[in-house]
Every structure is written in C-alpha cells, then in structure tokens.
C-alpha cells in the first residue's frame, strides 16, 4: 500500500525564519518517485520537486531545500529565510504506477510579517 | 503554452442531481487525470484517461464517470450527488507513464446541497 504522512497540519513563523515541512511515506516498491506540491489559495498546485527512489542526493533551488532519506522513509522541505510570499498548503507526494499520486493531508505554512 | 483550464470555476448542485466537469488539457500533453480534494484533506485520485480510455481507476464509485476526448480534453461526470460530494476537483494534464510534467488546473469548487 502507498501512503504519504504529513503530521504537520499547521504551522506558523515569523518572517525571514526557516521552516521544514515533514514527510514520511510507505510503499513497497523500489522504483517510486516523491514529490512537493505547492497550493496557493488559488487552488492549483504548483510543482516545485520530484525525486526518484535511486537518488537520495539532497537538493537546494534558492531559499528551498530538501532532504531524502531512504533510511526513515522521509522526504523533507526546507524554507530558509521564510517570505509572506511562502504562505501557502504545501503537499508531498508519492508515485509508483506513473499514473496516480498519493498526496498527504498538506501542511498549511502561514508566514507572519 | 497554455495550462490546464477548468470549467465552471464554482458550482452549487442539489443533492441527487448530476453534474458535468470540464478540463482543457495543456498543450502537447494526451493523458487527463482527476482528482477529488475535501476541505482541509490531500487530493484524491479518481481516474485517468489515455487515448480516450481509462486508464487507472482510485476508490470511486461508478457513479463517477469520465471521458476524453480526441482533443486530449476531457469530462468528469458524477451522477446522483451526495453532500459528501462537496470538493475541489483538480484535473491534471501529463504525457502518458510519466510521473513529472503534470499540470494541475485551478480546479472546480462544486458544492452540494
């Protein structure tokens, strides 16, 4: 079974502070891929990264980051320097079958000026 | 390049009624997917279309249907309207078997009542 677990449903900072968002996933598969999506009140949801089970290199684009551990089935995101700009309901993602995303309940970031 | 456009943007149904969902899939991509977002939950996976078959179906019962379209757009219909039916509904572009790429529209806010 695929499952993503994103324990945090609300968190609140003050601008210019870091902030990591938390996930662990479950499958049993050795081929998958993760993913975090951005959703602003708009509703879509923005891409932001995916990763392939094979890779556990840690990546950093600007302000973001995250962290990929095979080892604790986790896949975490950092915003260093957090902006108002940042507020936002961010969701990780799990993908196997290349045709359906497993997303977790999302972590709903709110970044006070 | 245009994204991934849907139709209506908000729509208030009665109970028992049905109701026809529409998405324009980006431009160069063949496989629409659809997924059912609850207030305050992760989206959920209903199906996928590919060369105007299913193509990969979640944990949704019959009365949800779809379709595509030689265009690559595509409908969601769902039939005999619950309350619990009340979401956002995302539609997803991508090309077929990838597991990057995908394009999430802005969604429709369909209430029932």
């Known amino acids: 079974a695929q499952k993503v677990t994103q324990a945090q449903t609300e968190i609140s900072v003050v601008e210019k502070e870091d902030v990591t968002l938390d996930c662990v996933y479950e499958?049993?598969?050795?081929?998958?891929?993760l993913f975090w999506y951005k959703q602003p009140p708009s509703g879509e949801l923005v891409f932001l990264i995916r990763?392939?089970?094979?890779?556990?290199q840690n990546e950093i684009s600007g302000r973001y980051s995250w962290n990929f551990q095979k080892s604790t089935s986790s896949f975490n995101f950092t915003i260093t320097a957090s902006q108002v700009v940042d507020s936002a309901v961010y969701f990780c993602?799990?993908?196997?079958?290349?045709?359906?995303?497993?997303f977790g309940t999302g972590t709903s970031l709110t970044v006070i000026p | 390049e245009t994204g991934v456009t849907q139709s209506p943007t908000h729509l208030i149904k009665t109970r028992g009624q049905q109701v026809t969902l529409r998405c324009s899939s980006q431009?160069?991509?063949?496989?629409v997917s659809w997924y059912q977002q609850a207030l305050g939950q992760g989206p959920q996976f209903i199906f996928q279309?590919?060369?105007?078959?299913?193509?990969g179906r979640g944990n949704f019962p019959p009365r949800f249907s779809g379709l595509q379209f030689p265009n690559y757009s595509s409908e969601l219909n769902v039939n005999a309207l619950e309350l619990d039916d009340s979401a956002l509904y995302l539609c997803?572009?991508?090309?077929?078997?990838?597991?990057?790429?995908?394009?999430f529209g802005s969604g429709t806010r369909l209430t029932v009542v």
């Open positions: 997803a572009s991508s090309l077929f078997n990838r597991e990057y790429g995908y394009t």
């Open positions: 499958t049993r598969d050795t081929t998958y891929y």
């Open positions: 990763r392939n089970s094979f890779d556990e």
């Open positions: 993602a799990l993908s196997s079958t290349g045709n359906q995303f497993y």
């Open positions: 431009s160069g991509h063949n496989t």
């Open positions: 279309y590919y060369r105007e078959e299913e193509n």
